[in-house]
């Protein structure tokens, strides 16, 4: 017979209530870490923030931190190696994003876009450009702030993906 599901024990996975939230730490802005947590909080939804380094979080039975040894894409590894299909990670990191669709993940950006396999192959191609261009000696500039209107995209995707786990 199997144990009865502990949601305060840190061993269980709490796969009996809704899918994980998994977030790519190493490189999420502050307000949607902050929008991360809130949302959890509300909807008592698990969630694991994974790094390879300490990240604040307050302290809390559903939003926990994962570090990680520092190393190549550890952080990564881990939350592939855990994440289940059905689950969410929030990341832009698109190597990491494909890896967690091909384990049936879903996959969400800090500015609230939905990463699939009919959008990936394409950002991929664009990011892989980019990054010819910058070889090459272009100045392609860096990524845009992360903008009050990316902060309620992201706010509202998360909460339209949270209410369809319900």
Excluded at 31 to 45: G, L, M, N, Q, S
Excluded at 102 to 118: C, I, P, S, Y
């Amino acid at each position: 017979m199997l144990p009865l599901a502990n949601p305060t024990d840190q061993s269980f996975s709490w796969r009996c209530h809704m899918p994980n939230l998994w977030v790519d730490a190493d490189a999420c802005p502050r307000a949607a870490r902050d929008i991360i947590v809130r949302a959890a909080e509300r909807t008592h939804t698990p969630t694991r923030f994974v790094a390879n380094h300490q990240i604040p979080l307050p302290a809390s039975k559903w939003v926990k931190p994962m570090t990680v040894a520092s190393g190549f894409d550890a952080a990564d590894n881990e939350i592939v190696d855990r994440l289940a299909s059905g689950d969410l990670i929030i990341t832009s990191d698109l190597p990491l994003a494909m890896e967690a669709l091909e384990k049936g993940a879903q996959v969400m950006t800090t500015r609230g876009e939905t990463l699939d396999r009919n959008n990936i192959r394409a950002r991929v191609q664009m990011r892989d450009f980019m990054e010819t261009l910058r070889a090459s000696g272009e100045h392609t500039g860096g990524p845009k702030g992360y903008s009050d209107s990316d902060r309620r995209e992201f706010a509202n995707a998360l909460d339209r993906w949270l209410a369809q786990q319900r």
